[in-house]
T-cell receptor, first 112, second 112 residues
Framework: QKEVEQNSGPLSVPEGAIASLNCTYSDRGSQSFFWYRQYSGKSPELIMSIYSNGDKEDGRFTAQLNKASQYVSLLIRDSQPSDSATYLCAVNDPGNNRKLIWGLGTSLAVNP | DAGVIQSPRHEVTEMGQEVTLRCKPISGHNSLFWYRQTMMRGLELLIYFNNNVPIDDSGMPEDRFSAKMPNASFSTLKIQPSEPRDSAVYFC??????????FGPGTRLLVL
């Protein structure tokens, strides 16, 4: 059974702090990794993708990938109340590249 | 671009009734995905199409579920007969590849 695991949270951080969201995956063959943000009552939206080991930065967001440890993380710097949402980690299914395997998500609350 | 369009946005029906969910993907996208999201099971892929052809329907829970994509601009997901355990949010997503899945607003289904 291919799995993606995330801490369900809620993760609570004060405004301006760094929020760190973590994800582990079971299949070493996965090559593509994604972070989606989902506001309550809304649909998931892609915020970051990463394919190589190391860090990828986009504004206040940094994705980190460590394939040896089968670990991917998302850092949100200078967290804002508008970042409060559920963050979904998804990885490609190596047996079927058009499929994504999804984590259950981590709920983030940024407190003013 | 209008994005992925889904209808209806909300559906309340009684057990045993037929439910039809509709999706219009983003023009030019050649992949279409149907997902179901619940608190307990998270986001589950039900079926996906590539160039209007069903590629993988292994996520379809039972024969009560069926999906069609008669052309590049329209897809349906049908549940017949519906049961209370089918209550969930159903998302349609389209994309040109696995890393470009764009989600519609979803249909909230409640089966009484």
């Amino acid at each position: 059974q291919k799995e993606v695991e995330q801490n369900s949270g809620p993760l609570s951080v004060p405004e301006g702090a760094i929020a760190s969201l973590n994800c582990t995956y079971s299949d070493r063959g996965s090559q593509s990794f994604f972070w989606y943000r989902q506001y309550s009552g809304k649909s998931p939206e892609l915020i970051m993708s990463i394919y190589s080991n190391g860090d990828k930065e986009d504004g206040r967001f940094t994705a980190q990938l460590n394939k040896a440890s089968q670990y991917v993380s998302l850092l949100i710097r200078d967290s804002q109340p508008s970042d409060s949402a559920t963050y979904l980690c998804a990885v490609n299914d190596p047996g079927n590249n058009r499929k994504l395997i999804w984590g259950l998500g981590t709920s983030l609350a940024v407190n003013p | 671009d209008a994005g992925v369009i889904q209808s209806p946005r909300h559906e309340v029906t009684e057990m045993g009734q037929e439910v039809t969910l509709r999706c219009k993907p983003i023009s030019g996208h050649n992949s279409l995905f149907w997902y179901r999201q619940t608190m307990m099971r998270g986001l589950e892929l039900l079926i996906y199409f590539n160039n209007n052809v069903p590629i993988d329907d292994s996520g379809m829970p039972e024969d009560r579920f069926s999906a069609k994509m008669p052309n590049a601009s329209f897809s349906t997901l049908k549940i017949q007969p519906s049961e209370p355990r089918d209550s969930a949010v159903y998302f349609c997503a389209s994309g040109g590849g696995v890393e470009t899945q764009y989600f519609g607003p979803g249909t909230r289904l409640l089966v009484l």
